[in-house]
């Protein structure tokens, strides 16, 4: 050693291994086996690159070890870290084997260590040349063969399954078996339109399945994804990426109408709109040649961002802050990078350098904010008051022409009958006929010459009509593109007080570039070039979401990390293989999902097996499904149903359901939350408003997001404040009196099966019939088994 | 959030082997016998269990009282014989190149403002406080002052939310939220992570201010109300008798345990858990706030005139039975210090009146702490998300703005190092001449006396590690530490 550089990697930078990884590096690697982005690069990101990776500003000792040539270069200090065939004459090997504290590598201040296993795989990395590949999702994915597996009936498996019983297969594991009708017709329900089968549905397929379950259950599949709620579930779905709310956040957190948004996002998922087509009429509506009204709301997506209106604030400091979101939430949401890591200093682990961030900043940096009113729409609003004056001067003109009718009535009067007439009118009497107003003739001539009037009638019905469409004052917000672009610099360290270069949009150069043209691109551009078919990222980071939705975990589990120091992804040719497939397909939601549900892996049983504690306890290689607890909304609507008190309507203005007392008293500013009445009160979960510093307690308690950043995966915790709801919130007590009618009315079996979807045991039975019918009905809602889908 | 899952679910993994389908019967007979110890169940199978410390702890737990509005250190606590005599003089331009504050366009002056307060020394160590804060003054040597503490954020709730989580963004978890992930809780019948609130308005921002962050919402802060029911939801249905309730709770167990034994799914064995913390929460938080055992000598201790009624003297008697109880993290907020000079904010009349209301109940809270034995553990912190400017704003009278370079918080018991004042700021108070403690180092210096290395402390999400400490260097302040 002649020079000991230090080499700190970032601290605190303290990894647990994933379970999947735990199953990698604990299988035996055959020499020929050690592949670069499989093996070697997870080692090297969680241990290495934060000193020794790309950017440059915290690169340690000149080395560098994401490249071939970094890793071999010669050092300032004369050393190679790696001479490709000769692990023993390689620094690298020699450091991390050391036992020297000064010397060993990574430095024990960082609490890092290498396992045995680690050691040998970069031994034997280095031992075969040290190839380093690009990290595979910068590379466009191909579609792979489907790989064969025996099985008698090979023809029939479906593709999904090959990928999955290979990974299996080769950890000596089987499937599950089929989950029984009720699990799957439940586990559909729920995870198709986000409801639970009411018993008529039930009945109907269990008869069904009983004489032909394949056709049952796809017969099953199709009702679900041409059901209305289809598009409220999945629609929740995105909305969450989307950081969807009704309120503008920060500390004053006012209103806000946004949610013509959250249809358009219902209704796009309902038509199965293409998702390249959702993409860009999201990202780029109003850019599109005669954008329809829809595709403006559409450019709501990124007018989700909180406002602050706070006094004394920066204004510009606060719409940089939004810019800044947006350039995060679509590094997030299409590219699943961390793009938003490279706004204060090149990204650490990822190619993106603080220049490119700001490239990508600048397709986001030319916009106005405007209102949109859509109902009545300008247009609309302009030629209804146009009517409105010509009805008004109808009217007038009747006033006019009746004057003198009006007059003699009005001679005619006793003093008597001059107090006895209606108050609007015996109050214009007493005014002097040479100062009346208008209206105040107007009262006079309603009261007795014009009263069977009926063309006047008719007229102020019109006059009402059009104050009613002109009242409805529907808006939503969006995003409008700047005749004149604003300059764009870096900021130095992110701060927007310190603008340094000029900058212009582009894409992260490790991307495909966008395609060349004459003028400066601008969003629609970037948003075509975001679901192109080169892009490697969009359609598996998309794939792998919805995934999620189906297993609980993605095939890649950092879902909202595709970069270097994401995860590995446990079925790498299935991911792949749908990502390719969906776009083959025309991007289709509902073909993606059919395709899923279809597969034998997402029906199977969910229940644990002894032998898969030991060798997979976290299933990642889905040897079973998985049961989940159902999201916040959906807890709410399970409830609903079960007690069939929901009302299904579609979309719509936000809705305030019962609320704990006090709750709204805690915000900065006291907002009002007129509790719904009616059907209104019955709603799903996805249509209460949403006040982002002040979330509905119902909701938030179950990890519902409060839309302050995007949401790419909701955390399912379970806590005694989620029991507290369950048992004694005022909504949920409401649900459990109209369930122990029910019970009342139709048994408790009945009722026990539209909370479960199940039939009872007898030893259910027995705990149950022993309480009297509220407390049964509490009991029924609070079950685990009520608030999860298995 | 991956790491904390797959560990999660190792835990509960390990203990579901050991107890087998014994879990619901034990959860369920503790139920019926509403016994208060904690069993193995609770140890393994509840993510608020305590947690072993990265080092031998100084500290158990934090009371912090949060001035929310940003207290002027100016009046308080920084005493600037120069600034009094340059009153109304401008400030010098070289303090104020390249500096930005909040209300820029529009009310913002630079001509300096002397304190209205008259100011003394008091305690063997000599601190100076002003007249505004009596009792304070008098516990002087139990107290740790730091002058020089500087935040990032000019603006009420990014601040707030700096000072809580270490960054103004939103979606980080709040500072109590770190603590009860990184050492759980040691009480069994009440949240980890308690928030209580008086003055006239909530803190700008409201629940972000408590929230978990991308941590589960195990650990989100529990605002605990004064009026009403302390807990959301806590208590029964008005129509539901206490059998019902407990019958209820039986059955639910029962079945759940059916359920348990025939999927193998620990997330069952965790929800009968909550259930019955949930179950001894509806005792535990109503005989918490019921203060009728209190002797009146201690009610006048506080200053507490009446016990029903919610000010920051019956939060601070609250705070101290929450920390009797195990309660790790408790957070006090008090409106409204926010004195810019407006009709209902002005240095004249409404910093006395506010002073007034806290004053009194921090000094007992921190003696009443000590006679109970339990200041030696717990850490109270004293102070809001910035400071003053020495600049006067003028509006309907002269107050000042928000200030972020130097300000005053104070610390006692928990380790810190008590008759203590630490960080010189310049002759006006307008920026540290010498120790400034960025808000980042008190985060560091609080986790460290916790028995927790702020740098090994994180959550993955997003492709990062994230900590409270944020990612610039952070130093432990152990200057100000016994």
Known sequence: MTVKPKLHLIPGFFVFAFGFMLI???????????????????????????????????????????????????????????????????????????????????????????????????RQWVQKGAGVEKHWSFERPA??????????????????????????????????????????????????????????????????????????????????????????????????????????????????????YRDWVIDAFNKDMPFDQFAIEQLAGDLLPDATLEQKVATGFHRNTPINQEGGIDEEQFRIDSVFDRVATTGTVFLGLTIGCAQCHDHKFDPILQREFYQFFAFFNNQDEPTLSIDPTAEEASKLKQQKSKLELAKTKIIEETAAAVTNWENELSDEQKANLPKYASKAIQIDPTKRTFDHREDLYVTEVGKDDKRYKD????????????????????????????????????????????????????????????????????????VSKDNPLTARVIVNRVWQQFFGRGIVETENDFGTQGAVPTHSDLLDYLAVDWIDEGWSFKRLHRKIV????????????????????????????????????????????????????????????????????????????????????????????????????????????????????????????????????????????????????????????????????????????????????????????????E | MNDFNSLRDTTRRHFFDQCGIGVGAMALSQLQSQASGSDSLNKVSNPLAPKPTHFPAKAKRIIFLFMAGGPSQLDLFDY???????????????????????????SHRVNLLGTHRSFAQYGQTGTWVSDLLPHTAKIADELTFIHTCKTDLFNHAPAKLFMNTGSGQFGRPSMGAWFTYGLGSECDNLPGFVVLQSGPRGPRGGAIHWSSGMLPSTYQGVPLRNKGEPILNLTTPSSVSDAQQVEVLKATAQLNDLRLKEYGDDEIATRINAYEMAYKMQTSAPELMDTSSETQETLDFYGIKDAKESTFARNCLLARRLAQRGVRFVQLYHTN?????????????????????VDQASAALVLDLKRHGLLEDTIVVWGGEFGRTPMGEVRESTGRNHHIDAFTMWFAGGGFKPGTSYGVTDEFGFGPVQDPVHVRDIHATLLHQMGLNHERLTVRSQGLDFKLTGVLPARIVKEVLA
């Open chain 1, 459 to 530: 007229l102020i019905a019109s006059i009402k009509k059009i104050d009613v469409r002109l009242n409805k004052g529907i808006t939503s917000l969006i995003l409008k593109e700047r005749e004149k672009p604003r300059e764009t610099h870096l900021f130095i360290q992110g701060d927007f007080t310190r603008p340094s270069d000029l900058v212009f949009p582009s894409t992260p150069s490790v991307l495909p570039s966008l395609p060349s043209g004459e003028a400066t691109p601008n969003r629609l551009d970037l948003a075509k070039w975001l």
């Open chain 1, 143 to 260: 579609k792979p063969t489907i790989p064969s597996v025996d099985s008698p009936t090979t023809a029939q498996v479906h593709p999904i399954d090959f990928f999955i019983r290979e990974k299996l297969a080769s950890h000596s594991l089987n499937p599950s078996p089929v989950a029984d009708a009720t699990t799957l017709i439940r586990r559909l329900s729920f995870d198709l339109t986000g409801l639970p089968p009411t018993l008529a549905e039930l009945d109907a397929f269990l008869v069904d399945y009983e004489s032909n379950p394949d056709s049952a259950y796809t017969v099953l599949v199709d009702r679900l994804l041409r059901s209305a709620a289809y598009g409220e579930k999945w629609g929740r779905w995105w909305l969450d990426q989307a950081r969807y709310a009704d309120s503008n956040g920060y500390s004053v957190d006012a209103p806000r109408q946004i949610w013509k």
């Open chain 2, 337 to 357: 210090w926010d004195h810019h000079g407006g009709p209902t904010e002005n240095l004249q009349e409404h910093l006395p009146k506010i002073a007034t209301e």
């Open chain 2, 80 to 106: 600037k014989p120069e600034l009094s005599r340059l009153n109304g003089e401008p400030m010098p331009a070289s303090y104020l190149e390249g500096k930005r504050f909040a209300f820029m366009n529009s």
């Open chain 1, 598 to 789: 279809m597969s034998q892996a997402y029906r199977q049983s969910s229940i644990d097996r002894p032998e898969l504690r030991d060798k997979d306890p976290n299933n990642y290689l889905l040897a079973r499904q998985r049961r989940l607890r159902l999201e916040a909304e959906l807890v709410r609507d399970a409830g609903l149903v079960a007690c069939d008190l929901l009302t299904s309507h579609v979309g719509g203005p936000p809705v305030y359901p019962p609320i704990p007392p006090g709750v709204m008293e805690l915000a900065q500013v006291k907002r009002e939350w007129k509790e719904s009445v009616g059907k209104d009160r019955y709603r799903r979960g996805m249509y209460t408003f949403v006040y982002r510093g002040n979330p509905h307690p119902s909701l938030n308690v179950f990890d519902a997001p409060e839309g302050i950043t995007s949401c790419t995966r909701r955390i399912r915790s379970n806590t005694p404040l989620q029991a507290l709801t369950l048992l004694n919130d005022k909504a949920f007590f409401e649900f459990a009196n109209a369930l122990a009618k029910i019970i009342d009315r139709d048994g408790i079996e009945s009722a026990f099966r539209r909370c479960t979807s199940r039939i009872p045991s007898e030893d259910e039975k027995a705990v149950l019939s022993r309480l009297d019918s509220i407390s049964a009905a509490r009991v029924l809602l609070n079950l685990d088994e009520t608030v999860t889908r």
């Open chain 1, 24 to 122: 990698c590096s604990s299988r035996a690697l055959a020499e020929e086996e050690v592949r670069f982005n499989r093996d070697v690069r997870p080692i090297l990101a969680e241990h290495c690159l934060a000193c020794h990776g790309f950017d440059h500003a915290k690169r340690e000792a000149g080395l560098r070890l994401d490249t071939h040539e970094g890793a071999t270069a010669t050092l300032d200090s004369g050393a190679i870290a790696v001479v490709p065939g000769k692990p023993d004459e390689s620094e690298l090997i020699k450091r991390i084997i050391s036992d020297e504290h000064d010397s060993v590598m990574p430095p024990p201040e960082t609490g890092k260590q290498l396992s045995e296993a680690q050691k040998k795989v970069l």
